[in-house]
């Protein structure tokens, strides 16, 4: 009995499905939480080749919910120690790690032969960059978010409305796992359904998981879903998500982030405002202005403000490490 037996008895997936699985390329941006539970769920199940984008090292505070990773990966590329792990896992599934910082620029790059695209990062400026970019490019984007003990996963793009359809702006609080906490089991179950729903893209089952949202509720014990396949795209989009790459010469680029939290612009001729300058800041009417913070959050709602009052494009930068 092959690795796969208990998969390919199965009529929706077959030696035909797994034959799609095998030749698949799937990218996952991102190897925290809901990476560690898609990325050995992906690899177990064969598909052909995993590239991995994250730019993270394993500290210990990550191994109650990534649980991947082990006390002797603290330190460790968080792409090299999942490499190792998904190849001892399943030595027929090609690994690409990069550690990277993904943005829009590296996104396109890596845009190139993806089947699927997983946002696993669990961050809004990555999940609005990667809806922009595969909506046009056609291709699929399986994206979630987990906080405290409740999340939810959706399938979006690949011919399905983009993450903008759904959520058109960001909710009045976003907080991050960080600050507001997480469980570990919530994490893991909205990564298992992420990586569910990419083995259900692949071969092509019906009824698709895009155009579909899932939501989990585990303090309440409810679960909940909805279709948005006919959902209208935004007629006023929200702020562009850029890259450095991405910033011309004529940009007004206003740095949010004080001196101590950045002491250096992302460009020389970039102006540093506080929040009470930002929202009071009257730039020429036909100019780009392109707000900037660590996040993406501070940016997207200065530049949400600023719409309000600015004939010309808005954009923002997140500039993390």
């Not at 993450?163 to 909205?190: E, H, I, K, N, T």
């Amino acid at each position: 009995m092959n690795r796969y037996a208990r998969q390919t008895c199965l009529p929706e997936v077959g030696e035909e499905g797994q034959a799609r699985l095998a030749a698949a390329r799937v990218l996952l941006v991102g190897a925290g939480g809901l990476g560690s539970a898609a990325l050995p769920l992906l690899a177990g199940a064969g598909v052909g080749q995993l590239r991995i984008v994250d730019p993270d090292v394993v500290e210990e505070s990550n191994l109650h919910r990534q649980t991947l990773y082990r006390m002797s990966d603290i330190g460790r590329s968080k792409v090299e120690a999942a490499a190792e792990a998904l190849s001892a896992l399943n030595p027929d599934c090609r690994i690409d790690p990069l550690q990277a910082r993904l943005d829009p620029a590296l996104a396109r790059a890596e845009l190139s032969g993806a089947d699927v695209v997983i946002d696993v990062a669990d961050s809004f400026a990555v999940t609005y960059a990667l809806s922009d970019l595969f909506l046009a490019g056609g291709v699929p984007l399986i994206s979630a978010s987990v906080l405290g003990r409740s999340g939810y996963a959706g399938g979006f793009c690949g011919g399905a409305p983009s993450y903008r359809s759904v959520f058109p702006d960001l909710p009045a609080l976003v907080q991050s796992c960080a600050v507001a906490g997480v469980m570990g089991p919530a994490v893991a179950m909205l990564g298992s359904l992420q990586a569910q729903m990419a083995l259900s893209v692949l071969p092509g089952h019906a009824p698709s998981p895009l155009g579909q949202v899932i939501s989990v509720g585990l303090a309440t014990w409810r679960s909940a879903g909805f279709r948005f396949d006919t959902a209208p795209e935004p007629e006023v989009a929200g702020p562009a998500v850029l890259s450095r790459s991405d910033l011309d010469p004529a940009d007004l680029v206003v740095e949010l982030r004080p001196v101590e939290e950045s002491p250096g612009l992302p460009v020389p001729h970039a102006l540093r405002l506080g929040s009470a300058e930002a929202a009071k800041f009257d730039p020429p009417p036909a100019a780009r202005v392109v707000f900037v913070c660590a996040t993406g959050l501070r940016a997207w709602r200065a530049a949400q403000a600023l719409a309000l009052r600015h004939t010309g494009p808005v954009a923002i930068l997140a500039d993390g490490p």
